[in-house]
């Protein structure tokens, strides 16, 4: 089973394969989790990354191809979860030239739906454990009274100025990318500010069709 999933920052993709994760035994492939780690790293690579991501911009496709690549290979070409990727209509090419070279397809494209003032709502209400990388938000999933609150931050890329120009990159840049995919009869539309539990069961009943 290979899976994407697609839409602006804050739409819910990684929610949404997290709870897809634990039901079919995927892979979850998020670049925006690889990227943070290559920063972490802190290797020339990850200072690259780091100076377009605080900017709120896109990083550079040779970067992301070669992040994307690796990570697909290390789980054989199956079973995965694209989340975040890809982010412009060139590297949706790359991806599917990619795949077919495995004589492999995607089974299900799942864009998510959501306004812009609800994301940039739900994503500077997001904070994240220093330590540990857990995300929370200060109004659905608070962090628990035993969590060193000087632990939990809020990153430099969701704060409300920073968001607004994610999206405005995410319009310009990686909106078309949906309509690279909107013929493909796997091509999923789906309400992005619905419930958790009902977004997840109408991606699941598309992936039982």
Not at 85 to 106: G, I, S
Not at 181 to 208: C, E
Request: hydrophobic content about 35%; glycine content about 6%.
């Amino acid at each position: 089973m290979r899976v994407l999933m697609f839409g602006p920052p804050g739409a819910g993709k990684g929610t949404q394969a997290a709870l897809l994760v634990k039901k079919y035994n995927l892979k979850h492939i998020s670049t925006g989790n690889i990227l943070r780690e290559v920063i972490r790293s802190k290797t020339e690579t990850g200072s690259i990354a780091r100076a377009y991501m605080d900017d709120g911009k896109l990083v550079p496709d040779d970067i992301i191809k070669k992040l994307a690549e690796k990570a697909i290979a290390s789980c054989g070409f199956d079973q995965f979860i694209l989340d975040g990727y890809p982010r412009t209509t060139e590297q949706a090419k790359w991806l599917n030239l990619f795949l077919e070279k495995h004589n492999l397809t995607l089974d299900i494209i799942v864009s998510l739906k959501v306004p812009d003032e609800v994301i940039v709502q739900r994503l500077s209400r997001r904070r994240v454990h220093a330590v540990t990388g857990e995300n929370y938000h200060l109004d659905f999933k608070p962090p628990s009274p035993d969590v060193d609150p000087d632990d939990i931050i809020q990153r430099s890329d969701d704060h409300p100025e920073t968001i607004r120009e994610r999206l405005r990159v995410y319009h310009k840049q990686t909106k078309p990318v949906e309509a690279f995919y909107i013929n493909d009869p796997n091509y999923v539309k789906i309400d992005g500010t619905q419930g958790l539990d009902h977004i997840n069961d109408l991606i699941a009943s598309k992936l039982m069709v």
